[in-house]
């Protein structure tokens, strides 16, 4: 399961509008047109999807309870995950 909360770098109980600002400025680091990284574009898409997800309520209520349900069932590997995205969240 991708963490979006550490895609956008924003903790799991910040606000809608924290949300959008962390989208806007990680959309502005990672488009296409202002990053010659190869992987520029899929980052890109990735911090899309995040947003779309924590911006709607219903969408974010639901990811919520399914990324709750992985914690309990594969605590280890979503850990993991979540310690990778915050340390990359950090080196930049």
Do not use: C
Request: hydrophobic fraction near 35%; charged fraction near 35%.
């Amino acid at each position: 399961m991708k963490d979006y909360y550490g895609l956008l770098g924003v903790p799991p109980d910040a606000t809608t509008e924290n949300i959008k600002t962390a989208y806007r400025r990680k959309a502005a680091q990672f488009h296409p047109d202002r990053n010659p990284e190869p992987d520029a574009a899929a980052k890109f898409r990735a911090v899309q999807e995040a947003y779309e997800t924590l911006a709607d309520g219903d969408r974010r209520k639901v990811y919520d309870e399914t990324r709750r349900s992985s914690l309990i069932d594969d605590p280890l590997l979503v850990a993991r995950e979540i310690w990778g995205n915050y340390l990359g969240t950090m080196q930049k």
